[in-house]
């Protein structure tokens, strides 16, 4: 193959010699294109480089303007490969200008793919996706198929940088199956390598491999040296993930040796930091060093910033295993610098920045964990706290109209000083790494407390899942199983009793909230005072019922201290104090599935619970085919208090309203009815307190931001306070609890207070003592009292 593509370079000097002797420029132009092209298929990047620039030089001079833009456009290849990306910029802006000129649309479709390509190098993945979508659209419009199933492939590349492997995998099935139609074979081999790398990034090992094996095959086929070489890194990778160190370092070894072969710089140091990783693994640490820092100097010194970051981190991991605390933290912090300016480039993509945080979450860890090694309590604690619910904090002070800039200036011991002010009485941080939970305690002009604590026999997600399973929690009729999408057919209602009296809970399911108090209350019990507390949870533990810990203290929970400061900080005069939305039992007998089944039943306690609350507010609810999506979030924006009882999504918390639909015959979509966390954070709420009587309207996705669902949705909104449910809830049981505590607000006590006597007196029942029926009401955000009208 190598002999073919020196053939190729012989033919197309041939070419311009001809050219030239018949004294032909506009032929001697385009033979200094092709023998760039040529070069670049050897590769010989700095011939290239030469050939395209003479091209260039005699274009301009015959004023070819659409030949100088494809030079342009060509010329950032190189660049783009030698890792040079400002400079491939230049190129590509330059060859989307002219292309523009010209009229050429397959052009300025190219320009848009490539400067995408250039602005994800860069680590800057909302440009790089924004243009990768006006190349793909460019593609469609031209009829480019080839072009537009590499867009998809490049589209999945952004989002597989950004954590969101589902969606990379989306994509590139799509590249996949448009590669074989059209017969690109180069295509259908990176269609595998990046199937292979989101499957690995999942935990699928086999699957990456086959799919690795798959992207070598083709590569050796066509010749692609520098595409054989990354497939051996991504195999190393799959095997060091299988805890094959040795056979990891083989592929590794056999990546670098091709990566230099053909002046693969980025490729060279990819291979490096796998080396290091793979040695640390054997536990030869100073080997592991050494190719780190080969990696380090390769990414300086081409500009590669997120990759330098990876590099930085990997050196300070060696770095903390050898006992050298204070390198270790010099390299973590540079290695969060650069993860946190690529973030902030993503500006206001909240799930961009939410994918990408938690991608990277273990450099977060890493250094308030060594700033614990080295006595520095308070500083980890800054330093956990800057990484927590970054994407939230910013969503707040845009709702609130802070400015982000002066905001984010503050040192971290700045924010948690404002925060400390603001505390109503104590709060605790909690930090998971591993099976290890640390806490910080913290009080009002008191000395911050510092605990830890270890998960015996298991971790946080087995210890949650013991304990919701030794409570008994299941589907109740507030909730739908899988999703709320009405085209599919697997969709079915659960269909259970409105109500289940007369439990009686055996012992075990009292004592097992037990297990958890032990974990996360007990250790800090002798530390805390008073009645209220405020808990900052991570991971799993952002799913735990902690208003049912405790008898005695009020809890409630905030995704950060730099969150709760935004909206305890916020005016007075923000929030409302008047006016409702009541909203429960929406219509939902046109939502079928496709065998034209109704996949939700109606609610009546819901119905009852709402006209309840309305008799106290002296305000008209919103039922039936009145509660339809779009009502709601018209009604929802100025009022004080917001309450939903209706079905809820078990994954997202996401709510099933009355469809907006204008002709009887239509059959609803998802987006006609799904209240969906998404159409909550486009508006703005001046809500004091949001009451999601819902099955799971607490639950979510927990990332490093928090839970991913429709409860952060509303606080993100700006809702000061969210009541939510942690699992399925009854529908009588729910209309009775929430009757207890709307009495309680009514007589004028606080959220947090009316929960606790509602549960109290469900705890103290004999019909409603189960801990399933109390227990998974949970308030997060601000402790707020509202104004009742006289009766």
Request: charged letters at 25%; hydrophobic letters at 40%.
């Amino acid at each position: 193959m190598v002999d073919r593509k020196l053939e190729a370079v012989e033919q197309r000097m041939l070419e311009l010699a001809i050219a030239i002797s018949v004294g032909d420029r506009y032929r001697e132009g385009r033979a200094h294109f092709h023998l760039g092209g040529a070069y670049l298929n050897l590769p010989d990047y700095q011939q290239a480089i030469k050939s395209y620039a003479q091209a260039l030089h005699i274009f301009i001079e015959i004023g070819c303007r659409a030949e100088e833009g494809s030079t342009y456009g060509n010329l950032g290849i190189p660049y783009l490969r030698l890792a040079n990306f400002k400079q491939a910029i230049e190129y590509y802006e330059k060859h989307l200008s002219i292309a523009k000129e010209v009229g050429n649309r397959a052009g300025e479709g190219s320009a848009y793919g490539n400067l995408g390509i250039a602005y994800r190098n860069l680590g800057n993945f909302k440009e790089a996706i924004e243009y990768y979508e006006k190349d793909l659209s460019i593609a469609k419009e031209v009829g480019d198929r080839a072009g537009e199933g590499s867009t998809y492939g490049n589209l999945g590349n952004a989002y597989c940088n950004l954590g969101n492997f589902k969606q990379a995998i989306e994509y590139y099935e799509k590249h996949l199956s448009i590669a074989k139609e059209v017969g690109n074979w180069d295509g259908e081999g990176s269609a595998y390598g990046n199937l292979g790398i989101a499957y690995r990034n999942l935990g699928n090992f086999k699957e990456a491999i086959k799919y690795y094996e798959k992207r070598l095959s083709i590569a050796k086929k066509v010749g692609n040296r520098a595409a054989e070489g990354s497939t051996y890194g991504n195999l190393g990778n799959a095997y060091l993930s299988l805890g094959n160190f040795k056979q990891a370092i083989e592929y590794y070894e056999k990546h670098l040796s091709i990566a230099k072969e053909v002046g693969d710089r980025n490729g060279e140091g990819s291979a490096y930091v796998n080396l290091g990783n793979a040695y640390c693994n054997l536990g030869y640490f100073k080997e592991a060093m050494e190719y780190h820092e080969h990696s380090l100097s390769i990414f300086k010194e081409i500009g590669d910033f997120l990759r330098e970051g990876i590099a930085w981190y990997s050196l300070g991991h060696d770095h903390e295993l050898l006992g050298s605390l204070s390198n270790a933290l010099s390299c973590y912090r540079s290695s969060i610098k650069h993860f946190d300016e690529t973030r902030h480039n993503l500006k206001s993509e909240d799930e961009l920045k939410v994918t990408f945080r938690d991608s990277y979450r273990v450099a977060y860890t890493a250094l308030w964990r060594t700033l614990l090694k080295n006595g520095e309590i308070e500083e980890a604690l800054y330093a956990a706290e800057k990484g927590r619910a970054q994407a939230s904090s910013d969503i707040l002070q845009d709702q609130y109209g802070i400015d982000s800039q002066s905001f984010s200036a503050l040192a971290p011991n700045q924010t948690l000083i404002a925060a400390l002010e603001l505390l109503p009485s104590q709060a605790v941080f909690v930090a998971l790494d591993e099976n290890k939970i640390t806490f910080w305690v913290l009080r009002k002009d008191s000395k911050i407390s510092f605990r830890q604590n270890e998960i015996a026999n298991g971790s946080a997600d087995l210890l949650m899942e013991t304990i919701l399973k030794g409570i008994g929690v299941g589907d109740g009729v507030r909730c739908e199983n899988r999703s709320l999408d009405p085209l599919r057919d697997d969709l079915s209602c659960s269909k259970k009793p409105i109500s289940e009296k007369a439990v009686v809970p055996s012992s075990s399911s009292v004592d097992s909230l037990q297990p958890l108090y032990d974990v996360l209350l007990g250790p800090i019990a002798d530390l805390l005072q008073g009645n209220e507390l405020i808990v900052v949870p991570d991971g799993p533990f952002c799913l735990a019922p902690y208003s049912a810990l405790s008898e005695s203290i009020r809890i409630r929970t905030v995704p950060s201290l730099t969150a709760f400061n935004v909206i305890v900080g916020a005016p007075e005069d923000f929030h409302s104090k008047t006016g409702a939305l009541l909203v429960g039992d929406p219509w939902l007998k046109e939502v079928i599935n496709k065998k034209g089944e109704p996949i939700f039943e109606q609610l009546p306690c819901a119905k009852q619970e709402v006209e309840m609350i309305g008799q106290l507010l002296q305000t008209t609810p919103l039922t039936g085919k009145s509660a339809t999506k779009a009502e709601v979030l018209k009604s929802m924006r100025s009022v004080a208090l917001v309450h939903i009882a209706a079905h809820g999504c078990q994954k997202t918390g996401e709510i099933a309203l009355a469809p907006n639909i204008e002709r009887k015959s239509q059959i609803p979509k998802g987006e006609d009815f799904i209240l969906k966390m998404s159409d909550v954070q486009t508006i703005s709420l001046r809500a004091r307190l949001v009451v999601l009587s819902c099955c799971h309207s607490g639950r979510g996705e927990v990332k490093s931001e928090g839970v991913m669902g429709i409860a952060r949705a509303f606080l993100c909104a700006g809702a000061r306070s969210v009541l939510v449910s942690l699992w399925a809830i009854d529908d009588e049981v729910t209309l009775l609890f929430m009757r207890s505590f709307y009495q309680h607000l009514v007589d004028g006590k606080s959220a947090s207070a009316a929960l606790q006597q509602a549960m109290k007196s469900f705890r103290e029942s004999k019909q409603y003592c189960s801990i399933k029926h109390w227990a998974p009401f949970l308030l997060v955000g601000d402790d707020v009292t509202l104004e009742f009208p006289k009766k």
